[in-house]
């Protein structure tokens, strides 16, 4: 069978208008081979339009379908279709917000990610959350009530000023600001001795700033010397030594050793005490009688004569 030209150019014609349709809804980012599910929800006022985007995170996922007015509640009902893969749960929120300052409105899926998820058909609770505008209004309200009461101020302020000004009492106004201005000359004055003891002392200054540096920085080495420092075997050394101290004195109340016996032993001490006397008399005859102990082989004997209590006094 023959296809006329005529049915070849009808079927070019429709082929081109098919293509058309799906790039142009391709590039507005609708798939016409794609299936959607399609959910509903209700809000107080209508704020969208056919082109608002359903977002969730950020992400666009779906599109406005339908804005209908319900006239028996009184509420604007809002049909969105999704993409099939997207599954959320029965108990998600559908948040009217605004995009931007300039831009429009759109729909975010807020999920609760609890519960039964959400199936095709199902209506879908809904809330607004305040858009940028409307929270600079009113924040702009508050601003606007604080400027007027602070202009009223200012206002209030200079009146009062103007009348102090054309008082009778303009001699004491003259006479206070002459003062003022003397006290400001005053501060200028000291401001001049001040930098001129510091510009004097520059040197100085910076000897103590410098010395000062050093001392922080040899407190902080100590700090960190003390910080490596093992405590811990330091007090374990020292109970050592004192209990070793301990077992030593312990000796020396028992009369153990020859420590203990020369300090607990009455006998022992005055035999040493004695033997002390007579060796300290020893030196003292060799001092006064040498010649007595260099005869020792001499059969001729110097008899002993005891010391006087000069001689003992001044040895």
């Known amino acids: 069978m023959k296809i006329s030209r005529e049915v070849k150019t009808a079927i070019l014609v429709l082929s081109g208008i098919a293509l058309f349709i799906y790039l142009f809804s391709f590039l507005m980012g609708e798939d016409i081979f794609e299936n959607s599910q399609t959910y509903y929800t209700e809000f107080e006022y209508n704020a969208l339009s056919s082109a608002s985007p359903v977002t969730i995170k950020g992400n666009k996922i779906g599109k406005i379908e339908d804005i209908?007015?319900?006239?028996?509640?009184?509420?604007?009902?809002?049909?969105?279709?999704?993409?099939?893969?997207?599954?959320?749960?029965?108990?998600?929120?559908?948040?009217?917000?605004?995009?931007?300052?300039?831009?429009?409105?759109?729909?975010?899926?807020?999920?609760?990610?609890?519960?039964?998820?959400?199936?095709?058909?199902?209506?879908?609770?809904?809330?607004?959350?305040?858009?940028?505008?409307?929270?600079?209004?009113?924040d702009f309200s508050k601003v606007s009530n604080d400027l007027d009461s602070t202009i009223r101020s200012a206002d209030?302020?200079?009146?009062?000023?103007?009348?102090?000004?054309?008082?009778?009492?303009?001699?004491?106004?003259?006479?206070?600001?002459?003062?003022?201005?003397?006290?400001?000359?005053?501060?200028?004055?000291?401001?001049?001795?001040?930098?001129?003891?510091?510009k004097d002392n520059d040197e100085r200054i910076a000897s103590v700033l410098e010395n000062f540096e050093k001392t922080s920085k040899d407190l902080s080495e100590l700090s960190a010397e003390l910080k490596e420092v093992d405590l811990t075997k330091t007090v374990e050394n020292l109970n050592k030594t004192l209990t070793g101290i301990q077992g030593v004195m312990a000796s020396i109340d028992n009369n153990e050793g020859t420590l203990g016996k020369l300090l607990n032993d009455d006998g022992l001490y005055n035999n040493l005490e004695a033997a002390s006397k007579e060796m300290q008399l020893l030196l003292l005859d060799i001092k006064l009688h040498p010649a007595r102990y260099r005869r020792i082989l001499s059969k001729r004997e110097i008899p002993y004569e005891e010391p006087t209590e000069e001689q003992l006094n001044n040895n």
Do not use: C, H, W
């Open 156 to 198: 209030t302020l200079m009146t009062n000023l103007n009348a102090l000004v054309i008082d009778e009492s303009e001699e004491g106004l003259k006479k206070t600001i002459a003062e003022l201005n003397s006290t400001l000359k005053s501060f200028k004055n000291l401001s001049y001795s001040i930098q001129g003891v510091i």
């Open 68 to 138: 209908i007015y319900d006239f028996e509640t009184g509420k604007t009902r809002v049909s969105f279709s999704v993409n099939p893969k997207l599954k959320f749960s029965k108990n998600s929120k559908i948040r009217l917000y605004q995009t931007g300052l300039m831009g429009g409105n759109a729909l975010a899926i807020i999920d609760a990610n609890d519960g039964e998820l959400a199936k095709p058909g199902d209506f879908i609770a809904s809330e607004v959350k305040p858009g940028i505008v409307s929270a600079l209004e009113k």
